[in-house]
């Protein structure tokens, strides 16, 4: 809690160095082949740091992707002094940090193992082995180490290689299955704000030279929060608060959540992603609709504080773009 204080009471307390380092730095791609930028990644380490050690110490769970969880903290952090600097609809920074500090700890609190959970750990495990040795190359001992469980284990509940093999279809297309009345009609909250996260980044996705120029040329000039086009994007994210409120009221997510500061954390969360991927290390090979549907998880338990079930994570909430694959 206190390298994010820090971080947002400095910002509070040097606007001139934020609008500085926000609105010229960041807006220039130059910037991050830079020394200038070396230093915020020297402090992008630290804050790992920090995350690897809570793992260590069993303070938080060994399940969290601590650099993904690293990059949604430093958007959220830059979202929330953009807004601050450029549209004035945050006073001081430093005192949401009970509010950011609520929904990073509903993602990183360790959670009891179920039954369920370590047997979905196992199949997530072949499906990786399999898929990279082949059936027969695939050894159980690899994915028994990979799930992080015993050799023994595997066999307790799948009594051999095969029908670990063939328990594979049978988990995604019962969960598809299982998820197919709500691709008609959503009513939970929390597939909603799933199939939202996801809409938002298929929209980007398929318009790859917008997302560029958005994310550093226009979300980065200061002008840009004094037009009537920027009251059209605080609408489109009306609808993300929306479905918080909805959640809160129909007990799905947490009553304690900021829907401002979750939307913070979202928007922070896009921009770090995007800008990794399409700008600092260019369009790189990384599986990115895994990394969507991590990120889409790891939203929903930071306001729902319990872990989302595995059907809604595994659902066929997939939004496809114009070529008929999926975002």
Known sequence: MKILWFYLRYSDTHPQYSKIL???CF?????YRSAGY???????????????????EGKFSREVDTVLVRDMILGMMGCEIVQAIASKTIDATAADVEDMMSLILSILRPRPETEENKVDKILDAAEKVFAEKGVYRARVLDIAKLAGVSEGTVYEYFGNKEDLL?????????RYQEGLPEIFEIKSPVLKLQRFIKYYFSLFFEKQDFLKVFLV??????RFYETKQFNFF????????SIVEEGMADGSFRPDVNPRVFRNMFIGTFNNLTLRWFIVHGDRHEDKM????????????????IRVESAMIDS???VLDRKGGTV
Request: glycine fraction near 2%; hydrophobic fraction near 45%; proline fraction near 1%.
């Open 38 to 56: 070396a230093s915020i990644r020297r402090y992008a380490r630290i804050l790992l740091e920090c995350l690897e050690q809570g793992v260590r």
């Open 234 to 241: 605080v609408q489109f994210f009306d609808i993300l608060q």
């Open 27 to 31: 807006s220039s791609v130059n910037f």
């Open 166 to 174: 063939l328990s594979l279809p049978d988990r995604h297309f019962r």
């Open 290 to 305: 895994r990394k969507i549907e991590e990120v889409a998880a790891l939203l929903c338990l930071a306001v729902t504080d």
């Open 217 to 222: 040329q226009i979300q980065l000039t200061r």
């Open 316 to 318: 066929t909430e997939y």
């Open 22 to 24: 926000y609105f010229d």
